[in-house]
């Protein structure tokens, strides 16, 4: 079976740039996605400024700003890079030896193997959406969330705080709430994006902060910077 250098689980602003940046200086990364229709699919049309040379950036078309022909460019630069793998399956639980890493479950069966993890779940984690009266377990509107990596993490010990945000209304969409967990501070270091919890585990993104696609963006690159770093 193989074994992916890192693998990150969420494809979203902050998930995508750092695997698109580890890729592009050849890495081997795998890149798990709950659905390839949300590759990096913003809920808005994303608004310049970009972070300089940024995935973010280069999927940007200014002559075409919807948010299908944004995910559609992003999604092709992501597969276009030869030591990526970006592939569709859902995290249920951490694979660990001893107290390092070295993958996850995934509900379809096969594990994902790998010597370093990155969580960039989102606003997936305990997500509930809510819609006026109407809740759902969600983390964005049709996207299921991960109870089963939530549960498996709790059990872990890690500790969460409760975090909110919310979409305005569009021609095409309702204005809707998600209520979400992310890991609290304590658990998480920023100049490492390491969960200090375990070995070999990482985390980036609304998950671990708040902020717009610019600033998913930027902290994606800034991640795979340390990795390569950590990697030599």
């Known amino acids: 079976m193989d074994r992916y250098q890192v693998l990150i689980v969420g494809a979203g602003f902050s998930g995508a740039e750092a695997a698109f940046r580890l890729a592009s200086q050849g890495v081997r990364v795998g890149l798990l996605t709950q659905s390839l229709d949300s590759v990096m699919m913003p809920f808005l049309p994303p608004r310049p400024p970009f972070p300089k040379g940024s995935l973010l950036e280069r999927a940007y078309d200014p002559k075409d700003p919807r948010v299908w022909a944004f995910h559609a460019r992003a999604k092709y630069l992501l597969e276009g890079e030869r030591n990526l793998h970006l592939f569709q399956a859902t995290a249920t639980g951490l694979l660990l030896e001893g107290e390092r890493v070295v993958g996850v479950r995934t509900w379809e069966g096969p594990p994902a193997l790998a ?118």
Do not use: N, Q
């Open 115 to 232: 010597d370093r993890v990155v969580l960039a779940v989102g606003s997936f984690l305990g997500a509930r959406l809510l819609i006026g009266e109407v809740e759902e377990e969600a983390g964005r509107l049709s996207e299921a969330s991960y109870p089963d990596l939530l549960e498996d993490l709790l059990s872990l010990g890690f500790r969460f705080v409760e975090r909110e945000g919310s979409v305005p209304e569009t021609p095409s969409t309702p204005g809707y709430r998600v209520r979400y967990l992310a890991f609290h501070p304590e658990e998480w270091e920023e100049g490492t994006f390491r969960l200090k919890r375990l070995e070999g585990l990482y985390a980036v993104g609304l998950c671990v902060r708040e902020g717009d696609y610019a600033l998913m963006s930027e902290e994606g690159k800034r991640l795979a910077e340390h990795l390569l770093h950590e990697l030599g």
